[in-house]
């Protein structure tokens, strides 16, 4: 059973900073634009030795609905561990202090394309995860079409899944989301292990999805800075922060310094 199709966890209201959820409350009138929202989330792993190590530190997001942003910062800074906390269902992670809410249903999508496909076609693919759904075959025959129409697989309808490309498989992997009717999309460096045209197939995908949703809403882990003029904002980790989050072309420009920080320093020992 692949985990992406598990939807419908509640969303999590951890029992800290009271104060801080009543000034979300009164300053923005309502939290229920924003399809992803977290304030002060901590999240810390215990260690052999008997220690809490924090993955997680004071991280804070508000993503309103139908935007696309993307997660970005070094090896180990602490983006899949954040996606997977906001995936809370099937308890994955649990955070140990902050406020925590996203949007339901939702999906996780992985990495790895062999891992997301489960069917031997496209269309049962799909049709999949809807079988714990009182639906007629009609209308799973609808969402299913939709779904891969609007990822741009319905001529791939019929096709053994095996036939597949990797960037192929991830965009029937999130048409499987699709048709479960998901309004939040977290996914996990999809692009990773593609090649450039797969590339940008699956984001184009992900980017016109949103475009003609309104209320699907997407956060996308990536190491890419070429993904980033798809964002609407992008956010920038390390050491389990968010250092700082805006438009693709400031924390582009915010990367390359910290590279180029880095490299001085590598040059100079
Ligand atoms: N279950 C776990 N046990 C121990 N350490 C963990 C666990 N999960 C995550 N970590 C550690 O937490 C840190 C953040 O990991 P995470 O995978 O979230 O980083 P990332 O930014 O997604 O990295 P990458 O870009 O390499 O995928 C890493 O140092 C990782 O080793």
């Given at each position: 059973?692949n985990q992406w199709?598990?939807?419908g966890?509640?969303?999590i ?13 009164r300053?923005?009138g309502?939290t229920e634009?924003f399809?992803?929202e977290?304030r002060?989330?901590?999240y810390?792993?215990a ?12 991280c ?7 935007q696309?942003?993307m ?5 180990g ?6 996606l997977?906390v906001?995936n809370?269902?099937a308890?994955?992670l ?11 249903p ?5 990495q790895?394309p062999d891992?997301?496909?489960?069917m ?8 999949f995860?809807?079988?714990?759904f ?6 799973i025959r609808?969402?299913?079409?939709k779904s ?5 697989m319905y ?6 899944v095996q036939?597949?490309?990797g960037?192929?498989?991830q ?9 479960e009717a998901?309004k939040v ?6 692009t990773t292990?593609?090649?450039?045209n ?14 003609n949703s309104n209320?699907?809403?997407a ?9 980033l003029?798809y964002?609407?904002v ?8 968010v ?8 924390i ?5 310094a910290?590279q180029?920080?880095?490299i001085?320093q590598?040059?100079?020992?």
């Open positions: 059973m199709r598990n939807l966890a509640p969303s209201q951890l029992p800290t900073l009271p104060s801080l959820h009543s000034h979300l409350s300053s923005s309502t634009n399809a992803i977290c002060n989330l901590s810390s792993i260690t052999r030795h008997g220690k809490l190590r924090p993955i997680l530190n004071d804070s997001l508000s993503i309103p609905s139908g696309l942003w997660l970005l910062g070094p090896n800074s602490g983006k899949s561990t954040l997977k906001g809370i269902l308890g994955l649990n955070p140990n202090g902050g406020f925590l809410r996203v949007k339901k939702r999906s996780f999508v992985f790895n891992h997301q496909v489960v031997p076609t496209v269309k049962d693919d799909v049709a995860g809807l079988s714990r009182n639906l007629t075959l009609e209308e609808s969402r299913v079409e891969l129409d609007a990822v741009g001529d791939y309808l019929q096709r053994p036939t597949l490309s960037g192929q498989k965009r029937v992997a999130i048409a499987g989301a699709l048709a998901c999309l977290l996914l996990d460096e999809l292990f593609l090649d450039e797969d590339q940008v197939g699956v984001i184009e995908a992900v980017k016109s999805t949103l475009a209320d699907i809403t956060l996308w882990v990536t190491h890419r800075l070429e993904e003029k964002a609407d992008a956010v920038y980790m390390e050491d389990g922060k250092v700082m989050n805006g438009d693709a072309s400031s582009m420009d915010f990367v390359k910290r180029a920080v880095y001085e590598i040059n100079s020992y």
